[in-house]
């Protein structure tokens, strides 16, 4: 079994990869981070596991780079029994008054986190590298139901990407490809480094489990989306955040 996960060299692409090598031959894409990415393949490459990892870069907002990948992909003739579109970026950033910076945080997360996610699985499936059979595992936000400043262009593309779980459980299904994702909570990553102790300490104390959460909590849900498990799940979100949504 062949899986592709994107946004593998580090935090929940990296704890997805580690949970997932030993089932499966692994293709991470990453953007940009080669010695992260060496790190992960010399991590798991040593791992006794009978399975493979390869590590590709692309950044997937970029077209020709996208189509690149997946005439690579075509060429090594492997075929995906597990997409995990992971990668994403994220900014705070006020909506108003966003529009002045030389990059638009707003049209940089939609573009990162809806329109190259989608992009890219259109171009897997156009050049039938998805099997019958495959399960796709999106990676999304709690923040889509729950609000936060500074937010707005992420939130709105998250939003997108599990309006799109619904429309493709229902396209792909014929095909027997489900769809599926998962929607973190605060998870620890280099994506809340910026947060100080307190800040932590805060949101812990709100949530009903006491804790935030680790990659490898929404590792572990990803594995179950991907597994036998869950063979008849499909067009489903997942909140993985300690029950925070709930409060």
Partial sequence: MS???TGASRGIGRAICARLIGEADL??????NHAAAESLASELGAAPAGHTLRTLACDLTNAPARAELIDGLRASQVRFRGVVMNAGVAHY???VGSSGQPSDPVLAELRGNLEAPLLFLRGLLEADLVESGASVVFVSSNLVRHA?????????????LEAAVKQLCA???PRRIRVNAVAPGLILTDMTGHMSDSELATYASEVPLGRSGSPDDIARCVAFFLGEQSEYVSGQVLDVDGGWGCR
């Fill in 93 to 95: 950033s006020p909506f």
């Fill in 171 to 173: 396209e792909l299904g």
């Fill in 27 to 32: 293709v991470g894409v990453y953007r940009s």
């Fill in 148 to 160: 936060l400043a500074g937010h707005v262009g992420y939130a709105a593309a998250k939003a997108g």
């Fill in 3 to 5: 899986v592709l996960v």
